[in-house]
């Protein structure tokens, strides 16, 4: 079993420390941890709770959220890395072998920008979340119950409109017939990654996001119910976007390269 550390012990600690979601296998979370775990390198287990203040986590890192990763440099001065593409870039500074981004300028552009495609904003992660928001959201009564409070301030994150919302799924399945014909174009080359013939980042952030269309067995990863439900994808037109290549995929990053179980 995981032991989490508090923030205020963490602050405290030498090395890495990377603020994870407790309970929750988020993908942006289990993405981060998967770069440092794909190179080895041990990190300190930082909790944050979902729903909660985290009052301690922003006097100390500056945000509220999850993932976030901790370094302290040469000179004892805390590194604090938030997005996905830093936390990349810092996994490869302090610990560079083996390296998840390609020495090739043209593989690097081509790496950064499908990685972008699965975690940034309007990417697969990003709709599939409008996706779950859309049918709460789309009729709000103008005195919303307490209940909808949390789907509102996602709402809010993820530039909700109903617009959005009812594009998402066409973008969502837009996204994983580009990683269904990338994958599909490497095994014809005889490669089993994304890029060239080693694993790299996006081949990391796909393994976790990859829980946005079908999660790892219960056995392997345990999740609440009704997050298994939320994240298994239903839509018909995303579903037949969908390679069988693609779990195929995350399912042999994760045999070997990844944690297993996944522990959150």
């Given at each position: 079993m995981l032991d989490w550390v508090d923030v205020e012990k963490a602050v405290e600690l030498p090395g890495l420390r990377l603020v994870l979601t407790a309970g929750v296998p988020g993908p942006w979370g289990e993405s981060a941890k998967g770069m440092f775990h794909a190179k080895k390198m041990p990190f300190a287990r930082v909790r944050q709770d979902?729903?909660?203040p985290n009052d301690a986590l922003e006097r100390w890192t500056g945000q509220r959220n999850a993932p976030v990763a901790v370094w302290e440099d040469e000179r004892g001065r805390a590194l604090v890395r938030s997005g996905w593409t830093e936390i990349v870039l810092l996994a490869e500074r302090i610990a560079p072998d083996p390296p998840l981004v390609p020495a090739s300028p043209a593989d690097r552009a081509l790496m950064f920008g499908l990685c972008h495609e699965i975690c940034s904003e309007d990417g697969w992660g990003w709709n599939r979340r409008l996706m779950l928001l859309h049918p709460l959201l789309a009729n709000l009564p103008e005195d919303p119950p307490d209940a909808l409070a949390v789907p509102i301030e996602l709402g809010r994150r993820y530039g909700y409109r109903p617009e959005a919302g009812e594009a998402a799924a066409g973008r969502a399945a837009a996204i994983l017939e580009l990683l269904s014909r990338r994958l599909l174009e490497q095994k014809g080359r005889g490669s089993r990654f994304f890029i060239g013939d080693a694993l790299s980042a996006l081949d990391v952030h796909w393994a976790a996001f990859a829980a946005l269309l079908q999660p790892l067995p219960e056995?392997?990863?345990?999740m609440q119910p009704f997050m298994r439900q939320s994240y298994t994808v239903a839509d018909e037109?995303?579903?037949a976007a969908?390679?069988?290549?693609l779990l195929e995929h995350r399912d042999f990053l994760y045999q070997e390269f990844l944690e297993l179980p996944v522990e959150t």
């Open positions: 979902a729903g909660l056995e392997l990863c345990p037109s995303v579903l969908a390679d069988p290549i």
